[in-house]
Nanobody
Framework: QVQLVESGGGLVQPGGSLRLSCLASGFPFSTNVMRWYRQTPGKEREFVAHISTGGSSTSYADSVKGRFTISRDNAKNSIYLQMNKLKPEVTAVYYC???????WGQGTQVTVSS
């Protein structure tokens, strides 16, 4: 059974940083690309970042380029999202996702507010 468990969200002031984590299980993690998405109330879930199986190739939504970094540790079955210079508009629930199975985690809330 595929399980994705996000953590690391919280309340942070504008300009601050957060590091999200996603622990995966139930599938061959090291041979699967992974992604982060986010969703705000009343809006569709939107793509944030993608990482290849080995971590050497990444891609980002234009709105987060230069401020967010996706990474992975295949030994720990985990992906991460380092978020810097946070702005209020990135407030959302952040989800990790494995495209091969179409599975999602439960999400972690990120709130940027003073």
């Amino acid at each position: 059974q595929v399980q994705l468990v996000e953590s690391g969200g919280g309340l942070v002031q504008p300009g601050g940083s957060l590091r999200l984590s996603c622990l995966a299980s139930g599938f061959p993690f090291s041979t699967n690309v992974m992604r982060w998405y986010r969703q705000t109330p009343g809006k569709e879930r939107e793509f944030v970042a993608h990482i290849s199986t080995g971590g050497s190739s990444t891609s980002y939504a234009d709105s987060v380029k230069g401020r967010f970094t996706i990474s992975r540790d295949n030994a720990k079955n985990s992906i991460y999202l380092q978020m810097n210079k946070l702005k209020p508009e990135v407030t959302a629930v952040y989800y990790c996702m494995v495209p091969y199975t179409g599975s999602w985690g439960q999400g972690t809330q990120v709130t940027v507010s003073s």
